[in-house]
């Protein structure tokens, strides 16, 4: 195939390139560099390629672009960085350009095209993306599917195809039936939010499904959106306005802010729990859109609860791993980002992690199996919705 | 280098611990001073034996090494200024044993030096030298450079802690040097030589550091002067009242502002100088040494001399001097921090000295830093993106330097001299100490290829 163009420049946020002092701050936080301890993959390092580029001293190589996608977009290095230096935003535009050359990681062209053809970032078609509705015992899919509603709850990819985070959305709506809030669910109507596209560097196939959304959303005349995924939160949040055609002009919300927002309007009624829980901050709902309170406030006004922070916390807190396509690129890497997180989490000796995330549920549950023989006690770990349904059941 | 050094390289580390590739060697030439230097090859040591093995062949094939650690360094001591062999030790980060009775720690070279600190709390134990880059920076690093910190006046810097080392020779030999003990007098005192060698004389690859119990208690005050030399008198005066606090440092009127127009935390514009004080130890000492410092300050003319009553007070003190290079980095795109020292009773001359020197070459300098120690750091805020700028750079640190030694000071508190600072060494030093520096670097390396190209002493 004729290559249309090649890019030897970088050609956004180039002048911020060089407000990089090179004085390491971002290793002392940096997910990647802790496990690999290479140069060549840390936050000054993948700057000093970039400049290095911009400078003509090199062009964009597929050794280059491995380098830049080894990262979980987590942001840790921006909020440590002492210049001010945006670092994720760097990396979403080299992200962009490296896409425009054509030097990108092959299996992300695998993943355009599930996206595009299935419209979620799974194998199957879009017509089971509701499926997981038939797990909860007298539901009725058509129930909960309507012309229009108040709310729509965006399930997203992950939640809606993953199994293991079938949990999720379905503690989400029994809440919402529960505190018999007039919502909706897309069902197969709901399309990706184009978030995975967005950080891999195609904001062009991004942009089809932000109009689409948008207008799924208007169509059922709701005046607001829930997410359960940070990701989605943070894209229909924060990308939208710039990617969609049509004006956003619903409310969007996080299902952590939803939940103290009924909590606090006395929707839903809490029994005790008596436990040691801790809140491990998705890196989409803490550092990359400023929500840290409301989850913590959730958590704490479960009666019985007993809180504590972890050592890392809010714009410090640790990554898991299942950021940035990580996973699909270097799983291992990945893995290993996620057992130091349980590691953190053991040491805070509690009896459940809460997250806001199923990916960060999903990848801190695993690696807390992995080190089951190491842990004095098995600690559980749930979302926050679970952990208020239990609540609400008293159980 | 050659092909077949790099084979031999792989023999000795493995197939992944090496790499000639660009990219790799682009991240891997340069440090904090952003000066870059591209190595032929990156080398990713696990052991001392590696390393051993590694200097001896590069001994007898005359390929340059150069040791690194996190390269958060200020002087391009870890640049491979020669190409060669660029030997990263990071991944030696164990931490080997932790004797609380004898206040020892064990540790390899690339352990990060907070993880120092950390590990011996649980013990009531500290690791007092605390480098601004303690996050990141390796022991390694820190004892190459003999780095320093805010604690320096009371507690001394990395030389005070380095009880022994494992050292590896430029011709391969390893060997061991200092004691498990308080004192120690047998022969001469190779292991005080090795720290602060840049790593020009050898690779450490252990080291075994003191410890200190925690203090009890801590006291943080911040006073706020109209006038920088009464902030400086303060300082002196604290000292001469007997009271030697765990840190003393000063922030100039360019800073203040720098850091107001940052945080917006509602500092004076006008304010000529702050002082951050913290004097640490038994609550007794503690209580009657914060008055000493309150009255000292009020004699001094402090517009105001408050002290921290909770630890959340004491974070907002330290907030504007944690932020102090932060906010002077966001002024310019490029900083340049030197660590220009002089004897507690000239801070007054030095700062007003670098203040004529930044209106003479129109160049903002910001200085803070660490008063009880005389350890300044003028931060020249510039685009090194503009040509002309490097040179007027050249020239301003080139005076400051100049001032600085008249002064009875020194080119480098804590930085080292490394390639930024090796041309003005010549200011500080005689010609027959240089060369008897140079005999010395000879002796432990006479081939000239661990670090060569620093502090110019093979040109």
Redesign the interface.
């Known amino acids: 195939m004729v290559k249309d163009k090649q890019k030897t420049k970088i050609s956004l946020k180039k002048d911020e390139l060089f407000n990089c002092s090179r004085c390491g701050n971002c290793l002392a936080v940096c997910p990647i560099y802790k496990q690999e301890l290479d140069e060549s993959v840390t936050p000054r390092g993948k700057l000093s390629l970039l400049e290095a580029v911009d400078k003509g001293v090199m062009d964009f190589t597929n050794r280059l672009s491995d380098k830049i996608y080894t990262c979980t977009m987590c942001n840790s290095c921006t909020v440590e960085c002492p210049s001010g230096v945006a670092l994720k935003e760097i990396f979403e535009a080299a992200r962009l350009d490296l896409v425009d050359s054509h030097r990108y990681p092959e299996i992300l062209d695998m993943l355009k095209k599930r996206i595009a053809e299935g419209h979620n970032v799974t194998f199957d078609t879009n017509e089971g993306r509701a499926d997981w509705v038939k797990q909860i015992p007298g539901a009725k899919l058509e129930d909960m599917i309507k012309d229009s509603a108040e709310v729509v709850y965006f399930a997203g990819c992950v939640s809606s195809f993953s199994p293991r985070t079938f949990s999720i959305p379905r503690s989400i709506v029994q809440l919402l039936d529960q505190a018999d809030i007039d919502f909706t669910l897309l069902g197969d109507q709901e399309w990706c939010c184009g978030f995975p596209l967005l950080s891999s560097g195609m904001e062009e196939e991004a942009k089809k499904l932000a109009d689409y959304n948008v207008a799924k959303i208007k169509e059922k005349k709701a005046k607001m959106l829930i997410t359960s995924c940070p990701s989605c939160y943070h894209t229909w949040k924060h990308t939208y306005a710039r990617l969609s055609t049509e004006a956003v002009d619903f409310e969007i919300l996080h299902i952590s802010q939803y939940l103290l927002k009924i909590l606090k309007e006395g929707k839903l009624s809490l029994n005790p729990l008596h436990m040691t829980v801790t809140y491990h901050d998705p890196c989409d709902l803490g550092r990359n859109s400023d929500v840290y309170e409301e989850p913590r406030e959730v958590i704490q006004s479960v009666p019985g609860i007993q809180y504590v922070e972890l050592e890392k916390n809010r714009a410090q807190a640790n990554c898991c791993g299942g950021g940035g396509n990580l996973e699909s690129l270097d799983a291992d890497l990945a893995a290993s980002i996620a057992l130091a997180k349980a590691a953190e989490i053991a040491d805070a000796n509690v009896d459940a992690v809460i997250s806001a995330c199923q990916q960060c549920e999903r990848t801190i549950g695993t690696a807390l199996k992995k080190k089951k023989k190491e842990l004095k006690k098995k600690i559980k770990v749930w979302d926050i919705s679970e952990l208020v349904l239990k609540s609400v059941q008293g159980k | 280098m050659k092909e077949k050094h790099i084979e031999k390289l792989k023999e000795i580390v493995g197939q992944k611990a090496v790499t000639t ?4 060697r ?9 000066l870059e230097y591209l190595p032929d090859a990156v080398v ?1 040591a696990k052991n001392t034996q590696q390393i051993s093995e590694i200097l001896t062949f590069a001994n007898e094939e005359n390929i340059p090494v150069t040791p690194r650690g ?3 360094g200020l002087s391009g001591g870890c640049l491979a200024v020669k190409g060669g062999i660029l030997l ?1 030790t ?2 030696m ?1 164990k931490i080997l044993d932790i004797n609380p009775i004898d206040l020892l720690i064990d540790v390899e070279a ?1 352990v ?1 030096t ?1 993880e120092v600190d950390k590990s011996v709390s649980s013990y009531g134990l500290f690791y007092p030298p605390d480098p601004g ?1 303690l ?3 390796t022991i390694g690093g820190n004892i190459a450079e003999n780095a320093g910190g805010l604690r320096g006046l009371k507690y001394g810097v990395t030389e005070d802690y380095v009880n022994g080392m494992e050292v590896v020779l430029p011709t391969g030999e390893i060997i061991e040097l200092g004691t498990r003990t308080v004192k120690g007098v047998t022969g001469y005192n190779l292991n005080s030589l090795m720290v602060g060698s840049e790593g020009t004389l050898g690779i450490v690859t252990k080291a075994t550091l003191s410890l200190l119990p925690k203090p009890a208690a801590r006291a943080s005050l911040l006073a706020l002067f109209d006038q920088l030399t009464h902030a400086a008198q303060t300082v002196a005066d604290i000292v001469s009242e007997g009271v030697i606090t765990s840190t003393l440092e000063i922030v100039d009127n360019v800073t203040i502002n720098a850091i107001e127009d940052y945080l917006k935390i509602g500092l004076d514009r006008n304010i000529g100088a702050m002082l951050l004080i913290e004097v640490d130890g038994h609550q007794g000492a503690v209580d009657v040494e914060a008055e000493i410092v309150k009255k000292v300050a009020a004699k001094n003319k402090a517009i105001s001399c408050k002290m921290a009553t909770s630890a959340k007070e004491r974070d907002a003190l330290w907030a504007a001097r944690r932020a102090a ?2 906010s002077l ?2 002024v310019k ?3 340049i921090l030197e660590d220009a020292t002089v004897p507690r009773s000239k801070i007054v001359q030095l700062v007003e000295a670098v203040n004529d020197i930044a209106q003479k070459y129109d160049m903002p300098i910001g200085t803070f830093g660490h008063a009880g120690d005389g350890n300044l750091h003028p931060t020249l805020l510039t685009d090194l ?1 503009i040509p002309e700028e490097e040179e007027k750079v050249e020239k301003v640190i080139q005076e400051i330097f100049e001032v600085t030694v008249k002064l009875g000071g020194t080119l480098s508190g804590e930085h080292g001299i490394g390639i930024s600072k090796a041309k003005y060494l010549s200011l500080e030093i005689s010609p027959e100490v240089f060369d008897l520096m140079k005999k010395v670097k000879r002796t432990f390396d006479p081939n000239n290829i661990l670090n060569p190209g620093k502090m110019y002493f093979d040109d």
């Open positions: 590739e660009v990219e790799d682009i991240t891997y030439s340069f440090d904090s001073t952003r990713q996190a390269a958060t990263n990071v991944h980060n690339g990060i907070e880059s996050k990141s920076s290079l932060s980095a966001r795109p490029s900083t993106r």
